[in-house]
């Protein structure tokens, strides 16, 4: 079955860049989403189709995804970003989610 | 404004059955396909099951196969988990999702199962 694996945590101060990662065999043939999960809340799609934004997601948060990698940026950090951030695939009828990178601005 | 909202979860011994329900509005929901993802306390999110649209078609990861079952009446606008032959490792938040092209793109707010002797 296929993995994607993520950083564990990933810490920012705030107005700097992070950048979440996700591995997985030639990934970039994929289409990747991310997710966002704030402490008691339900997940929320943040990017999703690599680097595309639902309405509503600040342009601060941008994805890339290239050979085993895809990253999901998230440019001048605020403190509310501060979350669990999940990618996710389809891979031969399977959801497939990466363990998740906690986020801490520092 | 799309709503989904899970119900049914509770406190089941192991080897034990519950089923879950979710009520979906705000949408055409037999034009979707849904899905149940679930989250261990603490821990990431887990991938159950997949429905087609018509209910024709229906997919389980291998942790859960032949133990649940998915289903849904699109008379109702709802989703159903029936799972069976629980364990404990099966305790989690069961979340409902609505599947957008190749994405999760709303989701409940979940129902808690906990399964303990």
């Known amino acids: 079955s296929y993995v994607l694996t993520q950083p564990p945590s990933v810490s920012v101060a705030p107005g700097q860049t992070a950048r979440i990662t996700c591995g997985g065999n030639?990934?970039?043939?994929?289409?990747v989403h991310w997710y966002q999960q704030k402490p008691g809340q339900a997940p929320v799609l943040v990017v999703y189709d690599d680097s595309d934004r639902p309405s509503g997601i600040p342009e601060r948060f941008s994805g890339s995804n290239s050979g085993n990698t895809a990253t999901l940026t998230i440019s001048r950090v605020e403190a509310g970003d501060e979350a669990d951030y999940y990618c996710?695939?389809?891979?031969?009828?399977?959801?497939?989610f990466g363990g998740g990178t906690k986020l801490t601005v520092l | 404004e799309v709503q989904l909202v899970e119900s049914g979860g509770g406190v089941v011994q192991p080897g034990g059955s519950l089923r879950l329900s979710c009520a979906a509005s705000g949408f055409t929901f037999d034009d979707y396909a849904m899905h149940w993802v679930r989250q261990a306390p603490g821990k990431g999110l887990e991938w159950v099951s997949l429905?087609?649209?018509?209910?024709?078609?229906?997919y389980y990861a291998d942790s859960v196969k032949g133990r649940f079952t998915i289903s849904r009446d699109n008379s109702k606008n709802s989703l159903y988990l029936q799972m069976n032959s629980l364990r404990t490792e099966d305790t989690a938040l069961y979340y409902c999702?609505?599947?957008?092209?190749?994405?999760?793109?709303?989701w409940g707010q979940g129902t808690l199962v906990t399964v303990s002797s």
């Open positions: 996710q695939v389809w891979d031969s009828s399977s959801w497939v």
């Open positions: 999702a609505k599947q957008i092209q190749l994405w999760l793109g709303v």
């Open positions: 429905i087609s649209g018509d209910g024709g078609s229906t």
């Open positions: 030639n990934i970039g043939s994929k289409s």
